[in-house]
């Protein structure tokens, strides 16, 4: 029997059968979840404000959560929106593609005193900048009904999933609203375009979430997400990517890698692993519960390097 690849990806992401999560995963070993919004935790709907994360998913967060998991969302929505798709959970949360993040009350050593998050804005923004950008982006989109802009505190993105013909005309306007502004870069997402602020990647986000987490025992940090701006936190977490190799007889080996991303959806990735949708990211968290619920607490010191060990048991294509 062999792992089932997909014939359309890069050739070296495996399709993890969801519900067998805990196969890939070791008794010995820490974990910590990031997350994806849109198209990992939400479905897409045309219209940004009428996403929502299902309840199902959000007690499964919750539960993960009180298993003593840290859990930290990783989203190109702003900040105000993740946390009010979330509630009433409360999660730490990278926000604008790693622009804006809220870490955690409870461990972040430099908490205000009014016992809320501390918001870190990385880079400084260029609100003026910003404000003629988007004046550019409304302008060009006067003669166009099928266009969605989405202002957010610190980007501007332009939605085209009414109209899919419109890609090249929404690419054409972004570039031009972009031209005279060096210190702004356009972002590509499905079916999307968004102009944001140089300096920060869902990678450099996740790495600074992570740091955050660290306190005894070394956590591997599993990724979730769909999107093309999800690979740099793909690639992020996964440093040991030339330890991965095809089809290795079971148990064999223990991949020594720092992590592992799972891409939702069979577009090309550096994701060593793939789901087909957001079903699949409801049964993977499902049985990533069933795993920490079953296991005996990690003794500490046990895990003081990342591993992922391969599945015990081969799995047929589907
Ligand atoms: O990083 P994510 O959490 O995946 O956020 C990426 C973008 O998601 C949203 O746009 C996408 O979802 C919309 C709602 O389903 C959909 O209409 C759009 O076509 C998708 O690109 C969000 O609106 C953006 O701000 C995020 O950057």
Redesign the pocket.
Known sequence: MTLARSPILNGSSIYLQPKNLADYLSNQQAYCLFL?????????????K??VISNTTLTLLQRIQNQGVNIA??????LA??KQMLFPIQLPIAA??GLEIALDDAKNKDSDSGGNNKNNNIVQVDTSELAAIREAITQSCLLYGDF?I?D?PY?V?L?Y?KNPALADVAYTIMSKALKNYSDWIL?E????W?IVPKGTN?GTAILTLLENMQTGDKLCPIFI???I??EAGFAAIQDGDSVIENNRPADEHQKLVKGMGIKVGSEPTCAHYYVHDIQEVTVLLDNFLTFYQERAPLSSGLADTFSLPLPKKMRPTI
């Open positions: 994806d919004i849109d198209g990992t935790l939400a479905d897409f709907t045309l219209n940004p009428d996403s969302i990783v989203t190109g929505r702003s929106e993740a604008t593609h969605t989405e957010k980007s993105a939605h999933r972002k997402g499905k079916y999307v968004e869902k997400g769909d999107d701006t999800d």
